[in-house]
């Protein structure tokens, strides 16, 4: 209902404010007032991590790895954040590539990062991530690298969206997330390398 305050000639009523609305000070700092909150903040924050040991030797061709996340934003106009941590490891003189694709609701999966030219020209394939271990075929297989990438999405929509990421190699050798491949050989050495994949989802609104 309405509140009662005392000021310097004695008790006043302020009439109640409406949905959403909450209590502040006026400018002058003598009398409370109902105000409407800008709404911009964030509104949640979504944390999956994925410890499954996966090997490709996809050419060429990008396949899904196991790193993903969900995240229903609460309005269409909602900014999303990804943030990923993930641990790959190589064989040979592999290239790998990685990039982050996403589906909306029951659709299907379609590459949302943007590759960027590459000023150099030539055939070079630029990607949203992309690392290349050591080429000595016998030294990286018991290596593990880290892949880390802040994306910014704007997808105009309150249905569920999954971000995953997919990889390819190029120039032969495998891609191993998660692992290195010595690891994923199961070999039982004290020196085989693991790793957990990490994503975090903020939904921001402005």
Request: glycine share 10%; hydrophobic share 30%.
């Given at each position: ?35 409407t909150s800008a709404g911009g903040g964030l509104k949640q924050v979504v944390y999956a991590k994925n410890s499954t040991e996966f090997a490709t030797t996809a050419n060429a061709t990008f ?144």
């Open positions: 209902g309405d509140i009662l305050y005392r000021d310097g000639s004695g008790l006043q009523r302020l009439a109640k404010g409406t949905a959403g609305q909450h209590l502040l000070m006026n400018s002058a700092a003598n009398a409370p007032q109902w105000t396949v899904a790895l196991p790193p993903e996340i969900t995240i229903t934003p609460a309005t269409t106009s909602s900014k999303i954040i990804i943030q990923s941590e993930i641990p790959i490891g190589t064989q040979d003189d592999a290239y790998p590539e990685m990039t982050l694709y996403r589906k909306i609701g029951s659709g299907s999966y379609s590459e949302v990062a943007v590759r960027p030219n590459n000023p150099n020209g030539g055939s070079s394939r630029g990607v949203w991530v992309t690392l290349r271990n050591n080429s000595n075929a016998g030294e990286n297989i018991y290596e593990l690298n880290g892949v880390s990438d802040i994306f910014y999405d704007a997808p105009s929509t309150t249905s569920a969206i999954t971000y995953k990421w997919y990889g390819t190699t190029n120039n032969g050798g495998g891609l191993y997330v998660n692992c290195s491949k010595h690891q994923i050989e199961n070999n039982t050495n004290p020196y085989n390398m693991l790793g957990v994949s990490k994503m975090i989802a903020w939904e921001i609104t402005v």
